[in-house]
């Protein structure tokens, strides 16, 4: 059984760039009135539903065909689930070059978030380019889904920046603050260019 979910971005298939399975999910989303359907990426999706769709996927099936019929919900608890389980975060390469904490705490010396996305492998800097794209599609349709540009960022941040699973709770917290003020940076310097 191929795994789609846990797999390295350089593994995966790729469709205009971007991750087969993203591409799918994200369509499926489209096709089901996802954006006009409130709370789209902050619900939680029904379990069963996502296991199932889940384990579709994950088969050796074309996945156009697994998320058919999906939720928008499902597919939108699918789709942070895909970033969470990466082998290595989005911003792994930028992490390593010692860029990110300084942008993220916003200490010295630090790169303005839009500035990072040229220290990412090509990938990577797709993926985040085609995540801005999204939210930003999300947010235009705040008066039916009730999810603006912050409230995205709150439900998106943590699965591409993600906490040390060893941090206490107060550190976390604070993580996810700063992440996602890191995210609605990012997203606000794609929305002006």
Not at 86 to 108: F, I, M, Y
Request: proline share 4%; with cysteine.
């Amino acid at each position: 059984m191929r795994r789609r979910f846990g797999e390295s971005l350089e593994a995966a298939t790729l469709v205009d760039g971007i991750p087969e399975v993203l591409h799918a999910l994200w369509a499926e989303i489209l096709a089901d009135g996802g954006l006009e359907r409130e709370g789209i990426f902050r619900l939680s999706a029904d379990e069963s539903e996502l296991v199932q769709v889940k384990r579709r996927l994950n088969l050796e099936m074309a996945v156009d065909e697994a998320v058919r019929g999906a939720s928008c919900i499902c597919c939108a608890a699918l789709i942070k689930a895909y970033l969470r389980e990466l082998p290595s975060d989005v911003w792994a390469a930028v992490r390593e070059g010692g860029h990110l904490d300084a942008s993220v705490q916003e200490t010295e010396g630090a790169l303005p978030p839009a500035q990072l996305l040229q220290y990412l492998p090509q990938r990577e800097a797709a993926l985040l380019l085609w995540l801005c794209a999204i939210m930003e599609q999300v947010a235009m349709h705040e008066a039916t889904n009730k999810m603006h540009v912050g409230a995205i960022a709150v439900v998106l941040a943590p699965n591409l920046l993600p906490c040390a699973n060893d941090a206490d709770p107060m550190t976390a917290l604070v993580h996810t603050q700063a992440t996602v003020k890191f995210m609605n940076t990012l997203l606000a310097t794609f929305r002006g260019s």
